[in-house]
Structures are given as structure tokens and as C-alpha cells.
């Protein structure tokens, strides 16, 4: 099995910065994509921003330019550096990664608990 789990959420006033954590441990032979999604009050969860193995990067148009996606392939963990923080950030963030237990096993996801981020207006 695989676990994620996320760290570095919390309350923040807009305009603010947080970087969130997530580190992978368990029974992993590749991680493909590692990604972050979110999902606000009453809203569906969204993609927020992936990064593959090899570092290419895709964003949400909504955060475009105020975060940063960024990942350790060797301690297979991957952090998100979020800036100028708005209220409509506010959401639960969840860590993804699509990985691979085993030479012949398929890509499989898994997620993190997820972490809150808050930021108050």
C-alpha cells in the first residue's frame, strides 16, 4: 500500500503565503504524476496543479502565477508554494500521486487526507 500524507495548511490572512507538504512512503516502485487538488465549501474537487516526473508543469488558470508546484523525485514527496493568497482559496487541498507498486503493476491513484487552508479576508 501507499500513504500520502499532507502537511502545512492552516488560517492566513489574503494576500499571505503558505507551502503545503506532502510526502509518499509504502510499497512504491514509480511515481508517475504528483498533483494537488482542492475542493471548497460546496464546491466539487478541482485540479489545482500536477507535476510529472519530469518536471513539466499545469496549472489551474485560477492560480496561475501565485503557485508554485514543485517535487522531489528521490524522497518522493511534492510541495505547493502558495502566494498573494485570495478568500476563494479556501478549500481543503488534497495531495495525488499515480503510482506504480510493482515492474508489471498498473498506475494506480492515491490521495492524502487533505489539509485545510483558510484565507480570511
Known amino acids: 500500500q501507499v500513504q500520502l500524507v499532507e502537511s502545512g495548511g492552516g488560517l492566513v490572512q489574503a494576500g499571505g503565503s503558505l507551502r503545503l507538504s506532502c510526502a509518499a512512503s509504502g510499497s512504491i516502485f514509480r511515481i508517475d504524476v504528483m498533483a494537488w487538488y482542492r475542493q471548497g465549501p460546496g464546491k466539487q474537487r478541482e485540479l489545482v496543479a500536477l507535476i510529472t516526473s519530469g518536471g513539466i508543469r499545469n496549472y489551474a488558470d485560477s492560480v496561475k502565477g501565485r503557485f508554485t508546484i514543485s517535487r522531489d523525485n528521490a524522497k518522493n514527496t511534492v510541495d505547493l508554494q502558495m502566494n498573494s493568497l485570495k478568500p476563494e482559496d479556501t478549500a481543503v487541498y488534497y495531495c495525488?500521486?499515480?503510482?506504480?507498486?510493482?515492474?508489471?503493476?498498473?498506475?494506480?491513484?492515491?490521495w492524502g487526507k487533505g489539509t485545510l487552508v483558510t484565507a480570511s479576508s
Open positions: 495525488n500521486a499515480k503510482v506504480k507498486t510493482g515492474t508489471w503493476s498498473a498506475l494506480m491513484d492515491y
